[in-house]
């Protein structure tokens, strides 16, 4: 069983840890309304397995989160490469790469240059895109 913690003061209460992977991310704290009150064994036993199966669940939840933000993420990358396998001209391709990131990374400016690796650097203004529509 984990340890509880038992805080002293105005009203006593059991501080239960909730742990993940050895990793305290929380507690439960349980207030009685008697000042009297014993906890039984029973009890905080139970007390016990509800904190590890509430870690569990956040783990879940966050796993959860997780792998959706990740399905996401693959179903973009997976449609903008199937618009950008349809044409082979230099122009399209741009114009489609910089407004499709443009649609989904709301609020910011999505920007393309084309560089060539053997040529000395150079400073020149990209391609631009507010939003959805390349300029």
Wanted: proline share 5%; hydrophobic share 40%; charged share 25%.
């Amino acid at each position: 069983m984990k340890e509880i913690l038992v805080s002293s003061g105005e009203n006593d209460a059991l501080l239960i840890p909730v742990q993940l992977r050895g990793q305290i991310i929380g507690r439960l704290k349980l207030s009685a309304s008697d000042p009297y009150r014993q906890w039984t064994d029973d009890e905080l036993i139970m007390v016990s397995a509800t904190a590890e199966r509430v870690a569990l669940a956040l783990e879940g939840a966050r796993l959860l989160d997780e792998a959706q933000k990740r399905a996401t993420r693959e179903a973009f990358l997976s449609e903008v490469a199937t618009k950008l396998s349809t044409t082979f001209q230099l122009d399209s391709i741009l114009r489609d790469t910089v407004q499709e990131l443009g649609q989904t990374l709301k609020g910011s400016t999505v920007t393309f240059q084309l560089i060539n690796p053997s040529a000395p650097p150079a400073i020149a203004e990209p391609q631009k895109s507010n939003g959805a529509k390349p300029e």
